[in-house]
Nanobody, 115 residues
Framework: QVQLVESGGGLVQPGGSLRLSCAASGSIFGRYDMNWYRRAPGKQRELVASISRSSRTNYADSVKGRFTISRDSAKNTVYLQMNSLKPEDTAVYYC?????????WGRGTQVTVSS
């Protein structure tokens, strides 16, 4: 099993920055591909960023150039650095760990971008 706990969310002004962290425990972290998803009010869940076991990354077009996903396998932690935040980034952000056929989810952390 992998247990995931997100942290780092909060209220920020447009143009500001936040760094989300996802701490993993309970299994071998390096086996898993890691993802950040988000769910905005009234919207479906959206894949924001992914990082593979070999640290290859992919981003949604809406966040490319502003967000950076990274992982530190020695610390069993994945990060999402969010810069130049916009009101439309407001959502609950979820950490996801995948080693098919198994997928694990954190409980989420709220990010609110508002003046």
């Amino acid at each position: 099993q992998v247990q995931l706990v997100e942290s780092g969310g909060g209220l920020v002004q447009p143009g500001g920055s936040l760094r989300l962290s996802c701490a993993a425990s309970g299994s071998i972290f390096g086996r898993y591909d890691m993802n950040w998803y988000r769910r905005a009010p009234g919207k479906q869940r959206e894949l924001v960023a992914s990082i593979s076991r070999s640290s290859r990354t992919n981003y949604a077009d809406s966040v490319k150039g502003r967000f950076t996903i990274s992982r530190d396998s020695a610390k069993n932690t994945v990060y999402l650095q969010m810069n130049s935040l916009k009101p439309e980034d407001t959502a609950v952000y979820y950490c996801n760990a995948v080693h098919l056929p198994t997928s694990y989810w954190g409980r989420g952390t709220q990010v609110t971008v508002s003046s």
